[in-house]
């Protein structure tokens, strides 16, 4: 049996070892060593990375109760190993942060953690009940709080008749020696996974995002480094806003809106400008071709467009878009059957649409030289 270093210390970087199995499986090697700080893959935390010997760990996994370091190259006898320290720490900060979020919010809802998953970029915590924005900004301001006070993270391994003095969370149920983890007043939970030593190590835990899942809600924190890396992201992303918009920092969201508010209103005197383009352009038409092109590319346009000829001309026929990339088509009449003209030009331009008597709209693939010809215009 591996003795597991990372129980003794978790801060254990650099270690000796004796092989006492290296056997290829696939394109790698399954390594088992006497004693391994490596941490393996459980409780929500990933299997660590890192060096033995010259063969690369690409993840730490436990089967059968063996630890096995899955390794890019064959090693024996005994060997200098070598820890991601960047990846165990960065792992550290989550899972405490995750306890210190889910404790929190224990205490101030009553709700467990019941998922927990930790991705590249951040960590969610699945509750088994409804939180309010309103608490979730209370567990966050609570949980830095505690990361403030730099509470020590302990570990307690008690015998089966002390266990049950003890109040704790814990996602399934354990068999075997149950370790706890202690953060003050904070949290006591059942985990194996790896911690910092104190609270001020996790550095800063923010809730980013929440919704509603299953019976209760999903929560996205960035924790730790993930959390400045989000920062620095949002940061760089909020003052190039500014500065495209002249506005303040805190005022960017109120500067966006007012653009929309500007855009809309700009949309509609467009539109509006449009409408009286058509009329002129409609009203100088001498009762020949009831056939119109509009530019737009807007199915929307096609049918003001052909609805507005038919009311000078009894029919109204528009297409709106270009020769690259086809063109919507409507046609109108007042009288007759508008659906007998829509098949004509499906038929002629390749086209494809429908409606009612009185409309119906379609696209065409075809040039405006090809439907210019097809009504001898
Ligand atoms: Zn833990």
New binding site residues.
Partial sequence: MTEKLYYKDQYIKKFTANVLSCVKNGDNFEVILDKTAFFPEG?GQPGDRGIIGNAKVIDTVEKSGEIIHICEGEVSGEVNCEIDWDFRFLNMQQ?TGE?IFSGIMHAETGFDNVGFHMSENDVTVDFNGPVSAETLDIVEKRANEAIWKNIAVEEILPDNDELENYDYRSKKELTGQVRL?KIGGVDL?A?C?T?TARTGEVGMIKAVNMMNYKQGVRIWLKIGAHALDDYIEKNVSVYDISAQLCAKTSEVADAVAKLKDRMAQEHFRFNELKKKYYELKIESTDGGKPVIFDDSGSADDARMIADMLAGKLGTGIAFSGDDENGYKYAVVKRDGDARETGKEINAALNGRGGGKPEMVTGTVSATKAEIEAFFGI
């Fill in positions: 409780g899972h306890h983890i939970c985990c996974g911690h």
